[in-house]
C-alpha cells in the first residue's frame, strides 16, 4: 500500500513564524502536491512537483514556497506565517500522469496560526 | 478554464436508501473526472475515475458514476447507504497547468450524512 505521511496532525503556530510542514511517501512516486482544504473551498492546490528539485506553481502559491531535495520528501514552507494560513493541509503522491495514475493523499496537517 | 460544481453543499439520507452526490463539469475537450472521499479526520481517499469507455464507472465500498455528456454530469451513487459512508465527497477534473502537465482541480465537496 502507498503511504504518504505527513510531519504533524496538528500545529499551533505564532504570526510571523517560519513554519515547516513536511511529506513523506514511500513509493518512489515522481509527482508531489500540496493542497490546502478549507470549509466551502475544497481543495486547492498549492505547488506541486515532478521532479527532485523541481516545483511548479499551482493556484495558490502566494505566501508559500516549497522544497525537494529528495525524491521522497515535500517540504511545504511559509516563511512568515499569518493567519489567513489557518487552514488544513494535505500533502498527495502520484506515479506518472494525472490521465493514468492516482493521487494518494497523506493524513492532513491541521496549522492553526494566532 | 476546467471546472466543477457540486451544487449540494450536504446531502442527508436514510440507511438502506439510494445515495446521490451530484457533479456537473464544464471543460473544453474530452473530460477526465474523479471522485474522492474524506473520512472524518483522514486524507482523501480514490473512489473512481472517468476516462473514456462505459459511462458508467463502477467504484470502491459500492459506489459509481454516471457520466452523462449531454447534462455534463458526473453523479456520484450508491444503491443502499450504509451509515459508514457519512464522509465528505470531492468531485475532480483533469486541469491542463500548461506545458504539457495536468492537475486535479477539485470541487468545493459535498458532506453526505447517512442517517441510521
Known amino acids: 500500500d502507498v503511504k504518504v505521511t505527513q510531519s504533524s496532525r496538528y500545529l499551533v503556530k505564532r504570526t510571523g513564524e517560519k513554519v515547516f510542514l513536511e511529506c513523506v511517501q514511500d513509493m518512489d512516486h515522481e509527482n508531489m502536491f500540496w493542497y490546502r482544504q478549507d470549509p466551502g473551498l475544497g481543495l486547492r492546490l498549492i505547488y506541486f512537483?515532478?521532479?527532485?528539485?523541481?516545483?511548479e506553481k499551482g493556484d495558490i502559491p502566494e505566501g508559500y514556497s516549497v522544497s525537494r531535495e529528495k525524491k521522497e520528501r515535500f517540504s511545504l514552507i511559509l516563511e512568515s506565517a499569518s493567519t489567513n494560513q489557518t487552514s488544513m493541509y494535505l500533502c498527495?503522491?502520484?506515479?506518472?500522469?494525472?490521465?493514468?495514475?492516482?493521487?494518494?493523499f497523506g493524513p492532513g496537517t491541521r496549522l492553526l496560526v494566532l | 478554464a476546467q471546472s466543477v460544481a457540486q451544487p449540494e453543499d450536504q446531502v442527508n439520507v436514510a440507511e438502506g436508501n439510494p445515495l446521490t452526490v451530484k457533479c456537473t463539469y464544464s471543460?473544453?475537450?474530452?473530460?477526465?473526472l474523479f471522485w474522492y472521499v474524506q473520512y472524518p479526520n483522514r486524507g482523501l481517499q480514490f473512489l473512481l475515475k472517468y476516462i473514456t469507455g462505459d459511462n458508467l464507472v463502477k467504484g470502491s465500498y459500492g459506489f459509481e458514476a454516471e457520466f452523462n455528456k449531454s447534462q455534463t454530469s458526473f453523479h456520484l451513487k450508491k444503491p443502499s447507504a450504509l451509515v459508514s459512508d457519512s464522509a465528505l465527497y470531492f468531485c475532480a477534473v483533469l486541469t491542463n497547468f500548461g506545458a504539457g502537465s495536468y492537475q486535479l482541480t477539485f470541487g468545493k465537496g459535498t458532506k453526505l450524512s447517512v442517517i441510521p
Open positions: 471543460v473544453s475537450g474530452n473530460p477526465y
Open positions: 498527495a503522491s502520484r506515479s506518472g500522469t494525472a490521465r493514468q495514475e492516482t493521487q494518494y
Open positions: 512537483s515532478y521532479d527532485v528539485k523541481m516545483k
